[in-house]
């Protein structure tokens, strides 16, 4: 059976899976697979069917990508967000080989796509969504900060102190002072 792949911006979480494996499923259709910012549909979808999506998707904060670029740079985002906030940044793999195994291309094409459609490099987008997990742990206050070190594949306290402070402006100790009003949504990014 005919299978239609939908890019839908805006997916940051599990939550978000659920919301729009849903919200499909409420519009009648058979939802195969959701992931961060995609789900997978089975059959072909009439315009009519996409302006229902699209409007459903709306509604609930989401968006539907339809021009080729934008998909491939929110996929950029969902692989580095899955990697930083659900896969604890351990892998065997450097960011530019994991990002082109995960999207079948080439890492420099992927990366001016990126900068020319986001104005930031992927490095930095990347430092961004790891200084907001460490952000996230810090306010839960359940690790040391050697322990979130590891955690994010950090070679030491001080180069993550250090990252940390330059992209922030605040050491790790100051942030976990008056964490509450310094935390960004992912998507916002």
């Known amino acids: 059976m005919k299978v239609t792949t939908l890019y839908i911006k805006n997916m940051v979480c599990?939550?978000?899976?659920?919301?729009?494996?849903?919200?499909l499923q409420n519009l009648g259709l058979n939802t195969k697979n959701v992931e961060l910012g995609i789900a997978v549909i089975e059959g072909q979808l009439d315009e009519a069917k996409l302006n229902e999506i699209r409007k459903a998707l709306?509604?609930?904060?989401?968006?539907?990508?339809?021009?080729?670029?934008?998909?491939?740079?929110?996929?950029?985002k969902s692989v580095i967000i899955e990697l930083v906030h659900y896969r604890n940044n351990h892998s065997t793999q450097t960011l530019s080989s994991c990002l082109s195994s995960e999207l079948n291309a080439d890492y420099s094409a992927?990366?001016?796509l990126f900068s020319e459609n986001t104005g930031t490099t992927i490095e930095r987008y990347f430092i961004l969504q790891k200084i907001e997990r460490i952000k996230e742990l810090l306010s839960y206050g359940e690790l040391t900060l050697s322990e979130i070190a590891a955690k994010m594949n950090y070679s030491s306290t001080a180069y993550l102190s250090s990252q940390f402070k330059s992209v922030t402006g605040m050491t790790p100790s100051q942030f976990k002072a008056n964490h509450s009003k310094y935390r960004k949504q992912l998507d916002k990014i």
Request: with cysteine; hydrophobic share 30%; proline share 0%.
């Open 58 to 76: 709306g509604d609930i904060g989401f968006e539907l990508l339809e021009d080729i670029h934008q998909q491939t740079v929110d996929r950029i």
């Open 110 to 112: 992927l990366s001016k």
């Open 14 to 23: 599990d939550r978000c899976k659920t919301a729009v494996r849903q919200t």
